[in-house]
């Protein structure tokens, strides 16, 4: 599953919202400085969605506030 993302880093609150038009907003407090805040970002959905950390990639936008995500669907990935 691939959405689009905003990040809005060095936020006095976190969480994640979806917006009207289907982006994902998410508030995180720490600062865009050596990934911290693509680390706190892939926290927040991996809770969100209720998946491991290592099923979310961020495949596009790692320097940019705007970034495409990626979770892989458990299903995909369970033996029958």
């Known amino acids: 599953m691939k959405f689009k993302t905003k990040v809005l ?10 917006e009207a038009d289907g982006i994902l907003k998410i508030k995180v407090k ?3 400085k050596e990934g911290k805040a693509n680390k706190r970002c892939v926290e927040l959905l991996s809770k969100r969605f209720k998946v491991p950390k290592s099923y979310i990639k961020i495949i596009k936008g790692l320097k940019s506030k705007e970034k495409i995500i990626d979770i892989i669907d458990i299903w995909e990935n369970s033996e029958n």
């Open 30 to 32: 720490e600062p865009a």
């Open 9 to 18: 880093p060095n936020s006095k609150t976190e969480g994640v919202v979806k």
